[in-house]
Each structure stands twice: as C-alpha cells, then as structure tokens.
C-alpha cells in the first residue's frame, strides 16, 4: 500500500513539474521598439500620453501607468502623476499596485494548465474534490432582524465550469448584490477579500460551501468568490500552496519577477498608495472592512483566487502577449492553443453583458457587435479589470495590448479607462 501511495505522490509531483513545457514555438518576450516599427502612430500615441498628463493635472485621478504593446513589441510605456500625493512620491514604471480582479485570468490558467494534464473535467462537481461543497442549497426566506434563513435543495451541483464563469449561485460577501448575502457571508466568517489576518484561502472556504447559493447553478450570470474556490482547487489537485504554484508554473516561466500575493521586502516601497479624495486633495485610503496594506503587512497566508496578487503593467502585459501567442512565450508553453480557443468561446450564453460582450473561461470577450459598436477593439478581443482600478485589453486580431494601472477608491471623476482603450485602437497605422 505504501508503495502505490508513494507512487501516486511521484506522479502527482512529476506531472505538476511539467504543467508549463518546452515547445518548438520561440516568440520573444516583451521588448521596446518604435512605434512604427509594427505600425502604430508616434503622434497618436503621443495623444494618449498627454490625455494621461491632463487627468493628472485636473485631479480625477492621482497617477497612472500605462503600457502599450504590438505585435509584441512595447510601444507606450510611462508613468503619471503621483504614487502617493501625500509623501510626494512619484509614480515610476515599474510601480507595483494591486490588481485584484485582474487576478482571476492568473488563477483561470492555472486552473487550465492542470485540466491539460487530464486532471479533472470542467463539468466534473466541484465537490468530488472539495466535499464541503457536496449537497448545496438555494437561499429561499432570509429574516433581517436575525439573519436566520430558509434553503431549499440545489437542482444541480456547482461544477468547475460554473466557478470558472461565475454561474455556481455563490456570492461574493462584502461586495455582493444581495444586501441578504452579504449579511451571511459576515455572520458565517467568510473572508471576502483582502486580509492581513491568520486565515489559509482553504479555510475561507470551506466555511463557504456551507452557505447558500443565489440560485441554481448555471441559470444566472453572477460575480463571485468562484476563483477563490479555484485558487484552492489548484492546491487540492497540486499538492502545493497556491502561490507556490503560481510562481513556479506561471510567473517564474514567464519572467514575471513583479506578481505577488505578498510583496518580498525589497519590493515593498514601490507598492502604490491606495488614493482616495477628499476636499479636492489625493490621500491615502484608509482601513475599511479590509487593510489596503495587505500586500505588505499581516500573517500573509491568505492567498486569493480572485483578488489576491499585486503585479505591474509590464509584467501582466507579459501575461496578455502569452495568450496572444496562443499560450507560448519565450520558448515555454503554458498552454496550448487549442486550450486558449476554448478559454476565449462562449460559455455564459446571453447570461453575460448583452450583444456586445460575453465571458469565456477567464475574461470578458467582444462579440462581432461589439466591435462594430467602436471603441472595444476587434471581435476576440479579451478584458477585465480590478478592485482599485485597474484595466487591461488585448486584441488578438490587432495583436495590441492596452494596460492602465491606477490605485483610487471612492468617487471621482475618472474617464481614463474608455479614454485610453479608444485612443489605443485609433493609434493602429499599419
């Protein structure tokens, strides 16, 4: 018996090791270049630069970083503003800011690296490897003046398909839509997002897979803690702590020396403050119901699916150009093509953003319509964005990166992110 065990645990290690393989496929990795050395206007692009330097100085925003790539080639790549108003600290290129959201893509190729090696199917339960989730219930009566409520029983399992898409029925806490779920993700001690307190992400969430679900699996469209599920099936199907695997797999391959959970303490001060304003003036801000400091202080053990990493517009950028290769950078294959086809498909129906969007497997993707509407990029092309605000699109047809990374909070009069995804298409002069 110790023998099969051992031998299953070789396999296990062995087959994780070589989630990301050599390939015949060389493209190179992210380097400068002239703008019209793959077609893009130095004159247009040079209107985004002092749009950026504009929104600086009217104060709707503090700072920004933005990154301009084609055809794999950096062609924009400057900081604005300020890191943090009140120290005076000047915002810089490699500026670290926490990307919240835009970690669920990260998670979503982790989680397809594994299905590539014949670990599970996306429509396997969930449950057949957590448990906790075996058997779940849709919230049915809620009484406010107790938080007590009433479930009837789920018409289908949550399926890793259904995280990935954010069908499952499951909430996301704090932020969700339901005021009833939020109050029972609180009352049950379910850790929504950032956090500089002694939990594990599978802690987290095995509390939540005793909650109820929204609805039944797979009949509505709704943000949730799905990725975090993810981040600890990666451990579960693994053996290996979540950022461990991301690093080693996905970072380290990628020479994404800049993406964190918890940031090493030679990184630390280039992390962005978190900006909110207040009487006109940019301050820090500040502890709500998570600390902005979480990347840098705390227990450090708790490492979200889907919120959790901080990173820098270069260094995702490097991660968007490896899906624009069809899941090949430098030489080492995350995944292959075949596999960035099915990501980038359909798989919420007219669940998800109408006609001229739906999401795939780890992005929002434009339809057809969406690109006639203008502004989007082509048909293909792939998006998300984060917490603290921050963007990202890349368009597979066009071949075009766009990031924008800021680190605001509260109410503010900030058009960047539509401003600089349409000037970036309207830059193309090939």
């Not at 009217?58 to 950096?74: Q, S």
């Amino acid at each position: 018996m110790k023998r099969i065990l051992s031998a299953v645990a070789f396999w296990m290690a062995a087959t994780s090791a070589f989630s990301q393989t050599p390939t015949s496929q060389s493209s190179q990795p992210l380097a400068e270049a002239g703008p019209t050395s793959v077609g893009m206007s130095a004159e247009r692009l040079d209107r985004i630069s002092r749009m950026l330097e504009a929104e600086v100085d009217a104060g709707n925003i503090p700072g920004a970083v933005a990154l301009v790539a084609k055809d794999g080639k950096i062609v924009l790549h400057e900081a604005f503003g300020m890191a943090d108003n009140t120290e005076g600290t000047i915002m810089q290129k490699n500026a670290i800011f926490r990307i919240a959201s835009q970690t669920k893509a990260i998670t979503s190729t982790a989680v397809m690296m594994l299905w590539e090696e014949g670990r599970f199917r996306l429509d396997d339960p969930i449950s057949k490897y957590i448990p906790e989730f075996k058997n779940p219930h849709v919230l049915r009566d809620f009484k406010y003046s107790d938080t007590t409520y009433t479930t009837v029983p789920s018409e289908k399992e949550i399926t890793i398909r259904h995280l990935l898409t954010h069908t499952s029925g499951l909430g996301y806490g704090v932020i969700d839509r339901d005021e009833r779920m939020k109050m029972i993700y609180q009352k049950a001690g379910v850790t929504d997002l950032f956090t500089t307190k002694p939990i594990t992400i599978g802690e987290s969430v095995k509390k939540l897979a005793k909650l109820p679900l929204h609805f039944n699996p797979g009949e509505q469209y709704s943000y949730s803690e799905g990725l975090d599920v993810l981040g600890y099936l990666v451990e579960v199907i693994s053996g290996q702590p979540f950022d461990e695997y991301l690093k080693e797999h996905i970072f380290d391959p990628l020479g994404m020396e800049d993406t964190w959970f918890y940031l090493p303490d030679g990184k630390a001060d280039r992390l962005v403050t978190v900006q909110q304003k207040v009487d006109g003036k940019w301050q820090q801000f500040p502890v709500t119901f998570y600390d902005t400091e979480y990347p840098k202080k705390g227990t450090k053990t708790f490492f979200s699916g889907g919120a959790g990493l901080s990173s820098t517009a270069k260094d995702y950028a490097t991660f968007l150009q490896m899906y624009l290769n069809d899941g090949e950078l430098n030489g080492v294959r995350l995944l292959s093509r075949t596999t960035v086809r099915s990501i980038m498909g359909n798989h919420t129906g007219e669940l998800f953003g109408g006609e001229n969007q739906y999401y795939g497997l780890a992005f929002g993707v434009v339809t057809a319509e969406g690109e006639l509407y203008g502004g989007m990029g082509s048909e293909g092309t792939f998006d998300w964005g984060g917490y603290f605000n921050t963007q990202y699109f890349a368009d597979p047809k066009e071949q075009v990166i766009g990031v924008l990374m800021k680190q605001t909070q509260g109410r503010i009069d900030d058009q960047t992110g539509w401003k600089f995804r349409q000037m970036v298409g309207a830059a193309i002069d090939d």
